[in-house]
């Protein structure tokens, strides 16, 4: 779930739902829920339940409702929310981990990683209990650290909104050397991290997915990523 060291901790819409029933479950304290409440809880109110609402609008949390707009989803609200909410020298270093945005209805999950593109100069990391999933955004050469305590080592490159015509990589078990990708025809599923770095160069944007640790919840706060802002989905 959201780590207590981030700065802004957002729900959105019905994710207020899974943090009031799970947290508990990961933590059971008697004040777990007040001690892990969202600052933010934003979206078209369409999900959340009204006695998940009105326990943390009494706990002081502020509720942002955008009915009013069905062209995005509660995720891109967030999203937009949290830029909003910071300063834009702070912005090139701020990371965005999403709780909750994978599994489930397949075009939630479709909406959330087109998110990813639609604000590709930010970095946001999409978390489920299973693999996180991050935009590699072609203009720049990436070194992804994996911190084997926590993650890997299956993991996998896959081209999105076009295909690749050259993409390079080392660190994996099965590299890629000028590789083109496309759907259709060759993507880099099941690939394995073999150490503690990974680079990736690539003509288009991709995404990069590795699988997560069955403890992760367990491990210690902030060690898979040096969160700013949290956000569940």
């Known amino acids: 779930m959201g780590s207590r060291a981030a700065t802004l901790?957002?729900?959105a819409d019905g994710?207020?739902?899974?943090?009031?029933?799970?947290?508990?479950?990961?933590?059971?304290?008697?004040?777990?829920?007040?001690?892990?409440?969202?600052?933010?809880?934003?979206?078209?109110?369409?999900?959340?339940?009204p006695d998940v609402l009105n326990f943390y609008r009494n706990l002081g949390t502020k509720i942002v409702d955008n009915s009013d707009d069905q062209d995005t989803t509660d995720l891109h609200k967030c999203i937009?929310?949290?830029?909003?909410?910071?300063?834009d020298n702070t912005k090139s270093n701020l990371c965005i981990l999403v709780a909750g945005a994978l599994g489930g209805r397949f075009d939630h999950e479709m909406g959330n990683v087109n998110t990813l593109c639609r604000f590709s100069?930010?970095?946001?990391?999409?978390?489920?209990?299973?693999?996180?999933?991050?935009?590699?955004?072609?203009?720049?050469h990436h070194e992804i650290s994996i911190v084997s305590s926590v993650e890997g080592p299956?993991?996998?490159?896959?081209?999105?909104?076009a295909p690749s015509g050259s993409s390079?990589?080392?660190g994996l078990q099965w590299n890629l050397d000028n590789t083109e990708m496309r759907f259709g025809g060759l993507v880099s599923t099941s690939n394995i991290a073999m150490g503690e770095m990974v680079t990736v160069r690539s003509d288009t944007d991709l995404l990069w997915t590795i699988s997560l640790k069955k403890n992760i919840y367990e491990v210690e706060e902030g060690k898979l990523h040096d969160s700013q802002h949290d956000s569940l989905s």
Not at 22 to 42: C, E, G, N
């Open 154 to 161: 299956h993991c996998g490159l896959i081209p999105i909104g």
């Open 9 to 11: 901790r957002v729900c």
């Open 15 to 49: 994710g207020a739902n899974r943090l009031f029933d799970d947290m508990p479950l990961f933590y059971p304290h008697a004040d777990i829920r007040q001690r892990y409440k969202p600052d933010v809880i934003k979206g078209d109110m369409d999900s959340i339940r």
């Open 121 to 140: 100069t930010t970095r946001i990391v999409l978390l489920s209990d299973d693999c996180l999933i991050q935009l590699l955004p072609s203009a720049r």
């Open 168 to 170: 390079t990589t080392t």
């Open 80 to 87: 937009a929310y949290i830029l909003d909410s910071v300063s």
